[in-house]
């Protein structure tokens, strides 16, 4: 099957700092992932899609600038959360695809973050 | 846009007895539905999805959906669960446009609690 990790699993980290997370795609190439928040007994929300090698695609208000996404390789895509403020605590989820057609996305394990 | 209601936030069932979850979603052209669940602690995984053919979908561990598109519903059932099932199983619609399109819309998700 085809496996996506995330690191870290959890990060707490103080309000203003910017924290990176990283979601890779083990054992298939990923022409494309895909990043999500979760917040408590909620759905999951499509934050950005992202391309090996291009700009991300954010969805209807979300920050680009507060969510900085990059797709530098074909296995890695991280997502790092800029001056973190406590309302970005959440559950941040990726999942990626290799792009063949009629895929489904395969999910990453998530990230929890804590601001303080 | 479309969207995604799951009509039941948590079920509680003993062992042994049939699930219906429900799935209703909004959109005029053609989607690509799926199921999904996700164990505690562990990652979303695959349980079922349709793209064309027969509406009545089998996927793992003995759970099938049928979509219906007249009442643009894909219910997931299944005839009789186990202690194992408990899990929050999330419903997932996205538009079909070739195949290239592999953005997901999710439901809010149904917890399913099985009493042994």
């Known amino acids: 099957g085809a496996v996506v990790s995330q690191h870290p699993s959890r990060v707490i980290c103080k309000s203003g700092t910017s924290v990176k997370i990283e979601c890779r795609s083990l054992?298939?190439?990923?022409?494309?992932m895909f990043w999500y928040r979760q917040f408590p007994k909620q759905s999951l929300m499509l934050m950005a899609t992202s391309n090996e090698g291009s700009k991300a695609t954010y969805e209807q208000g979300v920050e680009k600038d507060k969510f900085l996404i990059n797709h530098a390789s074909l296995t890695l895509s991280t997502l790092t959360v800029t001056s973190a403020h406590p309302e970005d605590s959440s559950f941040y989820i990726c999942?990626?695809?290799?792009?063949?057609?009629?895929?489904?996305?395969?999910f990453g394990p998530g990230t929890r973050l804590l601001v303080l | 846009a479309q969207s995604v209601s799951q009509h039941n936030h948590h079920v509680i069932l003993s062992e042994a007895a049939s699930l219906e979850l429900g799935c209703n979603y909004s959109?005029?052209?053609?989607?690509?539905l799926f199921w999904y669940v996700q164990y505690p602690g562990q990652h979303l995984q695959l349980l079922l999805k349709y793209f064309s053919g027969d509406p009545l979908v089998k996927g793992i561990k003995g759970f099938e959906a049928e979509f219906i598109k007249s009442k643009f519903s894909f219910n997931l059932r299944k005839p009789s669960v186990q202690w194992s099932d408990t899990a929050e199983y999330f419903c997932?619609?996205?538009?079909?446009?070739?195949?290239?399109?592999?953005?997901?819309?999710f439901g809010k998700g149904t917890l399913l609690t099985v009493n042994p």
């Open positions: 054992d298939f190439q990923a022409t494309t």
């Open positions: 999942s990626a695809i290799r792009g063949l057609y009629q895929e489904t996305q395969y």
């Open positions: 997932a619609v996205n538009a079909d446009s070739g195949g290239s399109n592999y953005k997901l819309t």
């Open positions: 959109y005029g052209g053609t989607v690509n």
